[in-house]
């Protein structure tokens, strides 16, 4: 297959860390938010061992923020998620899967509370900025809403603990699991969050001035060096092993929200006015019709997954699967699948049509272990 070149142009927004990335050897970009998002230096499964056993600088500037802020952002924030979010304190990020009116996916962002009226909603890969104003135009509500000029940088691995002690003091590993606070870091303010897309534990620097962007990579690098730092990206493979879903690819605004394995994180009968509530509760009495599921399928590594694969259950189609990669921990390839409800219970037994060849898929519960 000949390679595919990513033509940069002024179209696709430039992040704060790119002159670094390219100069670290980049190989390929994908297109996140209408800006690039590094994918591979080397190649995924080098990388996935590399993040696994040290640590790593991910450019994730491409995770926009939109920010809400005012006497009303409270409202407006529990407006467009099933979760509850008053009790989120200051200093606190929590996963809230965002729902319009018909209850479909819209994004399944972190939501940072900087102040009690100011928050931030850091957002996958859609347009949330422009859905959002138009929800709080429409409503009427006392707020701002806008995209700040805000740009994470994550620190990712087992040995983020100690580059951060490093940089800034043996005080961060204090920080506990989805909190932040407000530092400086190479002479610019930034928030320091203990969160990241893996599991391999880390952080996410949210720089806030786009020109300190190359000072903050540099004073990270350096105070990695002594870890083996490398730089890196969301990797495919420690995802699914962890099993983060990707908006977009596992669930998209096609999906109700009760379809994605979002119940940890909604709380449905929350005392804030929500726009998915009554879908949600229409769709709860005539029951659930799909469900997101964790499969597993034994052998060879699978192909790289562009387009989603049929899953049959008993020679039916009962739906599809979106994510794929070969997991070294589990000697097989994990994948996510939209299917029916009745074929998605843990040990069911499933076939899956991969370009043109059946393969026996096994459903897995959330921890691929039963």
Same mark, same amino acid.
């Given at each position: 297959m ?7 142009s002024?179209?696709l ?7 670094r990335?390219?100069e670290l ?6 297109v ?9 230096y ?5 990388e ?10 991910w450019d994730?500037?491409?995770e926009r923020?939109v920010?809400?802020?005012?006497p009303d952002?409270l ?8 979760r509850h979010i008053?009790?989120?304190e200051v200093?606190?990020c929590?996963?809230?899967p965002l729902?319009d009116?018909d209850?479909?996916?819209v994004n399944?962002?972190?939501i940072?509370r900087l ?14 900025l422009?859905?959002?104003k138009g929800i709080a ?5 006392n707020?701002?809403?806008f995209?700040p000029d805000?740009?994470? $940088?994550?620190?990712?691995g &087992?040995?983020a ?6 940089? %800034?003091?043996? *005080?961060?590993?204090?920080? +506990? ?7 400086t870091i190479?002479g610019t303010?930034?928030v ?5 897309w893996?599991?391999?534990g ?5 720089l ?5 962007g ?13 870890y083996?730092?490398h730089a890196g990206?969301?990797n495919?493979?420690e995802?699914l ?11 998209t605004?096609?999906d ?5 394995g979002f119940?940890?994180?909604?709380h $449905?009968?929350?005392?804030? &006015?929500?726009m998915?509530k009554?879908?949600?509760?229409? %769709?709860?009495? *005539?029951g659930?019709?799909r +469900?997101?599921?964790h499969?597993?399928?034994a052998?060879?590594?699978l192909?790289?997954?562009r387009?989603?694969w ?7 189609l009962a ?8 997991s070294p ?7 996510f699948?939209?299917v029916s409800?009745?074929?998605?219970t ?16 096994i459903?897995k519960?959330d921890?691929?272990?039963?």
């Amino acid at each position: 297959m000949n390679p595919v070149e990513l033509v940069l142009s002024p179209r696709l927004r430039v992040t704060p860390f790119e002159p670094r990335v390219r100069e670290l050897g980049i190989k390929s970009y994908t297109v996140y938010n209408r800006m690039v998002l590094p994918v591979n230096y080397t190649n995924t499964l080098d990388e996935y061992h590399h993040l696994c056993a040290n640590v790593q600088l991910w450019d994730v500037s491409a995770e926009r923020q939109v920010e809400v802020v005012g006497p009303d952002a409270l409202a407006l924030v529990e407006l467009i998620t099933p979760r509850h979010i008053a009790p989120c304190e200051v200093g606190q990020c929590v996963y809230a899967p965002l729902a319009d009116q018909d209850g479909l996916v819209v994004n399944d962002p972190i939501i940072l509370r900087l102040a009690e009226d100011r928050f931030w909603i850091s957002i996958a890969d859609s347009d949330v900025l422009l859905w959002v104003k138009g929800i709080a135009y429409g409503c009427g509500l006392n707020v701002r809403v806008f995209e700040p000029d805000v740009s994470p $940088l994550a620190v990712q691995g &087992p040995k983020a603990d100690d580059l951060m002690a490093d940089l %800034l003091g043996p *005080q961060v590993r204090d920080i +506990r699991f989805f909190r932040f606070i407000e530092t400086t870091i190479a002479g610019t303010d930034v928030v320091l969050a203990r969160s990241g897309w893996s599991g391999q534990g880390g952080y996410e620097i949210y720089l806030q001035n786009s020109a300190d962007g190359l000072a903050l990579w540099d004073a990270v690098w350096d105070a990695g060096g002594k870890y083996n730092i490398h730089a890196g990206s969301p990797n495919l493979i420690e995802r699914l092993e962890t099993g983060l879903k990707s908006y977009g690819s596992d669930m998209t605004h096609d999906d109700h929200v009760l379809e994605c394995g979002f119940e940890r994180y909604m709380h $449905l009968d929350k005392p804030a &006015p929500y726009m998915a509530k009554e879908s949600i509760e229409a %769709l709860q009495a *005539q029951g659930v019709k799909r +469900r997101l599921c964790h499969l597993m399928v034994a052998g060879n590594p699978l192909p790289g997954l562009r387009e989603r694969w049929p899953v049959l259950n008993n020679g039916t189609l009962a739906g599809y699967a979106s994510s794929c990669a070969f997991s070294p921990k589990y000697d097989a390839n994990l994948l996510f699948a939209m299917v029916s409800v009745d074929s998605a219970t843990p040990g069911t037994r499933l076939e899956m049509v991969v370009s043109g060849n059946h393969c026996e898929a096994i459903v897995k519960d959330d921890r691929w272990k039963s």
